[in-house]
């Protein structure tokens, strides 16, 4: 089955950190450029990020609003692309989603989401 | 404040058509045939509808149909069905710069 698990969200305060994951099965994952969007709760979707693949050196991107503090990673051997989020701001609290770029500059394949909630 | 335009909502009856429009600018979807557009259901994840502006992916309806004039961008769905009540996103390249921005969301309610 084709599929992307998110996990390792959670409650974090102000300034803190956390690493989501994002576990992909049933495709080849090493060609497929990863991306991560989120969306508070009652508002639309925002891109956040994306990694590459290794025939692209893992170049990375990221939106305006987290640069400097997001970083996406991947592990080939483990199938699973990562999210290290750091200075976290209450802005950042929302669902983060992982989904996969099929080489259309399109996403077709989402994962559930996993809850970020930056809170005091 | 979303990067991409869209009405905050739509309706239209069973069976009806209706079209979402989805306003960017020359930077992005007037610059690339690079627009998506995503379904989503209350607590779920987006779907896929739409990519490089009209191609459906397998498995989808082929009453859902996108174009695009200029910097405008639009989701048209025909014979519309209880089911296809949702939201709906557009998604845009918008360069090396900027990457990629998505529309505010267009809530469809089928009455």
């Known amino acids: 089955e084709v599929q992307l698990v998110e996990s390792g969200g959670g409650l974090v305060q102000p300034g803190g950190s956390l690493k989501l994951s994002c576990a992909a099965s049933?495709?080849?994952?090493?060609?497929?450029?990863m991306h991560w969007v989120r969306q508070a709760s009652g508002k639309g979707l925002e891109w956040v990020g994306r990694?590459?693949?290794?025939?692209?050196?893992?170049?990375?991107a990221y939106a305006a609003s987290v640069k400097g503090r997001f970083t996406i990673s991947r592990d080939e051997s483990k199938n699973t692309a990562y999210l290290q989020m750091n200075s976290l701001k209450i802005e950042d609290t929302a669902v983060y989603y992982c989904?996969?770029?099929?080489?259309?500059?399109?996403?077709?394949?989402w994962g559930q989401g996993t809850m970020v909630a930056v809170s005091s | 404040q979303s990067a991409l335009t869209q009405p905050a909502s739509v309706s239209g009856s069973p069976g009806q058509s209706i079209t979402i429009s989805c306003t960017g600018t020359?930077?992005?979807?007037?610059?690339?045939?690079?627009v998506s557009w995503y379904q989503q259901h209350p607590g779920k994840a987006p779907k896929l509808m739409i990519y490089?502006?009209?191609d459906r992916p397998s498995g989808v309806s082929n009453r859902f149909s996108g174009s695009k004039s200029g910097n405008t961008a639009s989701l048209t769905i025909s014979g519309l069905q209880v089911e296809d009540e949702a939201d709906y996103y557009c998604?845009?390249?918008?360069?090396?710069?900027?990457?990629?921005?998505f529309g505010g969301g267009t809530k469809l309610t089928v009455l």
């Open positions: 989904t996969r770029d099929f080489g259309y500059n399109a996403f077709d394949i």
């Open positions: 049933g495709f080849t994952f090493s060609g497929s450029p």
């Open positions: 990694i590459r693949s290794k025939a692209d050196s893992y170049a990375t």
């Open positions: 020359n930077s992005d979807v007037g610059s690339y045939n690079l």
């Open positions: 490089e502006g009209s």
């Open positions: 998604c845009s390249y918008a360069g090396s710069t900027t990457f990629w921005v």
